[in-house]
């Protein structure tokens, strides 16, 4: 049947136009490069911390038991809101930023892990500083989106995001000396 046949019976070859994508989803996908390392990363650490606590659940000790609650809240929780925090509240964060960011992180947890486990003081310390440094990193793309949630939604996810930098960096010079005194 030919297309004016089948448009004169009331049928049509075009297909109807596709809905609209929503702006939060359309927003997220534009900022995907700052969502997918710390997130991916961030539910790899998660799991890893799970794993962690099952395997350990027979006979947890006392650094076992540190390293999954370790792993679950600074490596992922924290790198997930980090992710969530840097793609919809602060200006656009370019790539390679993004990934000395992830990759500073994730290295500085590293560090702190194994050097608390081995029980290499200067590892852990080494780890620390890296974390410090990450955190000043993302503290200084604190600028304001120009692409925002409502304003009072946004103040209150902003102060959010800034009240886990600051409890961070507060945290890993204190979490430094305990481990020193310990040690």
Do not use: K
């Not at 656009?92 to 992830?102: K, L, Y």
């Not at 290295?107 to 003081?121: E, K, M, P």
Request: overall charge positive.
């Amino acid at each position: 049947m030919s297309q004016a046949a089948g448009r004169g019976m009331g049928l049509t070859s075009t297909s109807p136009p596709a809905a609209p994508v929503p702006r939060a989803a359309s927003f997220l996908t534009e900022r995907r490069h700052e969502l997918l390392p710390f997130i991916a990363l961030g539910v790899a650490c998660v799991l890893a911390g799970g794993l962690v606590a099952a395997a350990t659940a027979p006979a947890p000790t006392e650094h076992t038991t540190w390293a999954a609650a370790y792993l679950v809240l600074v490596g992922g929780v924290a790198q997930v809101g980090f992710a969530l925090g840097q793609a919809l509240l602060v200006t656009r964060t370019p790539p390679p930023i993004v990934a000395v960011q992830a990759a500073g992180w994730n290295l500085g947890n590293a560090a702190v892990l194994a050097g608390t486990v081995l029980g290499a003081s200067a590892l852990v310390n080494l780890g620390g500083v890296l974390l410090i440094v990450t955190l000043i990193l993302l503290a200084r793309g604190l600028r304001p989106a120009r692409v925002r949630p409502a304003d009072g939604i946004y103040r209150w996810c902003l102060h959010c995001y800034r009240l886990l930098v600051l409890i961070l960096l507060i945290s890993i010079p204190v979490g430094l000396v305990l481990a020193r005194v310990r040690g």
